[in-house]
Structure formats: C-alpha cells, structure tokens
C-alpha cells in the first residue's frame, strides 16, 4: 500500500503563487510517475503536470510557464510550484503516483487540497 499526503494549498489572490506538496509513504517503487490533477466544481479531474522518476515533465497547456513541477525522489515528494495563479486554477488539486513497475501499473491518490485563487 502506498499513502499519499498533500500540503500547501490555500487562498490567494490572483496573480499570487502557491507551492503544493505530495509526500508518498508505504510500499512506494521507485519507478513510477508522479503528477498533480485537479477538479473543479462541475468538472471533470484534469492533468496538471507529471514527473517521471527520471525527471521528465508534461504540463497542460493551461499551465505552461506558470506551473512548474518537480520531485526529490530521496523523499518521495513530489512538488508544484504555482505562479500567476488566475481564477480558473481554483480547483481541489489531487497528488497521483503511478507505479510502473513491478506491474501491473496502479495510480494511487492523495486526498485533495483546495486551491482558490480570488480575483
């Protein structure tokens, strides 16, 4: 089993920033992805930004040049620094690691922290 503990949201006005952080414990394999979705009320949960265990990225477009992703792997922690934050990014953000091996592949989830970005 694998526990997934997020930190770091909050409200903010618009233009701010905020540093979300994903702590994972357990049984925890090193060869996995590790990334941020988020949900907002009426929507579906939507990629924010990945990380593989190598430190290769992927961000939405919505995203780009503001959000920046990244992880320490000694820690388990997976990291999202988010800048110029805008209404729109108000959303529970969720932590998700995706275990690639040993397989089969399996998401884990943390439990959500809110983010509100007020105008």
């Known amino acids: 089993q694998v526990q997934l503990v997020e930190s770091g949201g909050g409200l903010v006005q618009a233009g701010g920033s905020l540093r979300l952080s994903c702590t994972a414990s357990?049984?925890?394999?090193?060869?996995?992805?590790m990334g941020w979705y988020r949900q907002a009320p009426g929507k579906q949960r939507e990629l924010v930004a990945t990380?593989?265990?190598?430190?290769?990225?992927n961000y939405a477009d919505a995203v780009k040049g503001r959000f920046t992703i990244s992880r320490d792997n000694a820690k388990n922690t997976v990291y999202l620094q988010m800048n110029s934050l805008k209404p729109e990014d108000t959303a529970v953000y969720y932590c998700?690691?995706?275990?690639?091996?040993?397989?089969?592949?399996?998401?884990?989830w943390g439990q959500g922290t809110q983010v509100t970005v007020s105008s």
């Open positions: 998700n690691l995706q275990r690639l091996l040993p397989p089969p592949t399996y998401d884990y």
């Open positions: 357990g049984s925890v394999s090193s060869i996995n992805v």
């Open positions: 990380i593989k265990f190598l430190g290769s990225t």
